[in-house]
């Protein structure tokens, strides 16, 4: 028998409290942790800032610094190795990554009555879901420079030897920062797989299938044991789709009747249904095709082409305020060295570039990159 495996998300400090069981009923009951507890004798528990089908996030202060972090705990009622599982795999996935775009993971340990808990850096903000739901859709341009952080961060996590396999907007954070700049970071690593590591832990040795319908690629559906990095690539096009659209690509009420159409039906083309500029279709439907070999072989690939399609129409930065030359495309006037009066990028970039970058040519797979004529903004599809 097969299961669909959904994860947790989580808030920031507006005040708001998330229910992330979103669709699937009423959440578990029996929480027994309180405003005030103690955990571990490290954390005081403030206040609950998330639930979802497995544990319980909270803001905490840790006592000895006085720093406040997020903690995400079990909930008491479904204590099991397997669910233990999922915080240790969480914790080893997320610890390997160093990076600006992905949530930290400070600490992991048990509670005294034996159940884990999860330490993480507190961010404050909103998850990418919220703002689709307050938006509905957004014009190409907003969507890609907002997902771009996405693809390099996940790049990265994929250099790491990790796949994330549970990419959706609820688990990209959005940080504001100064400006009016928007910072993503990818949260949830609960059911990520470490390509390096065999799967035979009790988490994994059975047949289930591992993260949310609506963004699952078919070979996670299928629960295919060497799922890799373009698994991800799938869940980050659905996710574009999404935005543009105001729609998952394969949405359907019945989850079942929805994973039907991810193995069965082809994705319904945005160029017919919202009038999407037919080159930036294509990246994104090579991006959602049903065998793993035809899409992009990589984050930093698709990211390429996306920049590509958006610097073509005269974006220059991504939501960050992050240039698109450099960082994902060549320069197309000398770039300044960071000594010569402009001001160096974050750490982060500097190490990224560091590594050999396939660039992106618009000859390249047969994709076109009008630059010759001004294009105007795209509207978001009704």
């Not at 000895?64 to 972090?69: C, K, M, R």
């Not at 250099?159 to 907007?169: A, F, I, S, T, Y």
Request: hydrophobic share 40%; aromatic share 6%.
């Amino acid at each position: 028998m097969s299961r669909i495996e959904t994860t947790d998300t989580w808030s920031g400090t507006d005040g708001g409290t998330w229910d992330l069981d979103e669709g699937l009923g009423e959440p578990a009951r029996g929480v027994h942790h309180q405003d005030g507890d103690l955990i571990a004798g490290k954390y005081r528990l403030v206040r609950r800032i998330g639930e979802g089908a497995m544990g319980t996030v909270w803001i905490a202060t840790h006592v000895a610094l006085g720093s406040e972090v997020a903690i995400k705990l079990m909930r008491p009622e479904l204590r099991s190795p397997e669910l233990a599982e999922y915080f240790v795999r969480e914790a080893r996935a997320a610890g390997r990554l160093n990076h600006a775009e992905v949530v930290r993971i400070f600490d992991l340990g048990e509670t005294a009555a034996g159940d884990p808990y999860l330490v993480m850096e507190l961010i404050e903000g909103e998850s990418l879901r919220s703002a689709l739901s307050r938006e509905a859709a957004m014009t190409p341009e907003r969507a890609i420079a907002l997902l771009l952080p996405v693809a390099g961060a996940m790049h990265a996590v994929h250099e790491k030897g990790v796949v994330h396999r549970d990419l959706k907007p609820d688990n990209v954070m959005l940080v504001r920062r100064g400006g009016g700049r928007l910072q993503p970071k990818i949260v949830d690593f609960g059911v990520a797989k470490i390509v390096s590591e065999r799967e035979a832990s009790q988490a994994s040795a059975s047949f289930e299938v591992f993260g949310t319908p609506d963004y699952m690629p078919p070979e996670q559906v299928l629960a295919v044991p060497d799922i890799d990095r373009r698994a991800d690539i799938w869940s980050l096009c659905a996710m574009l789709y999404e935005l543009l659209s105001g729609r998952p690509p394969f949405s359907s009420r019945n989850a079942l009747d929805g994973l039907r159409a991810v193995l069965q039906d082809a994705v319904p083309s945005l160029v017919d249904t919202c009038g999407l500029d037919a080159d930036l279709w294509a990246i994104v439907e090579r991006g959602l095709r049903k065998e793993p070999s035809s899409r992009w072989s990589s984050m930093r690939e698709l990211g390429e082409a996306l920049a590509a399609w958006l610097r073509a129409r005269g974006v220059r930065e991504d939501a960050r305020g992050v240039s698109l030359e450099g960082e994902w495309l060549p320069c197309e006037e000398p770039c300044v060295p960071a000594g010569d009066g402009a001001t160096p990028r974050a750490s982060w970039w500097v190490e990224e570039r560091s590594r050999p970058s396939r660039r992106w040519s618009s000859r390249r797979r047969g994709y076109r990159v009008h630059r010759g004529r001004p294009h105007g903004e795209q509207t978001a599809c009704p």
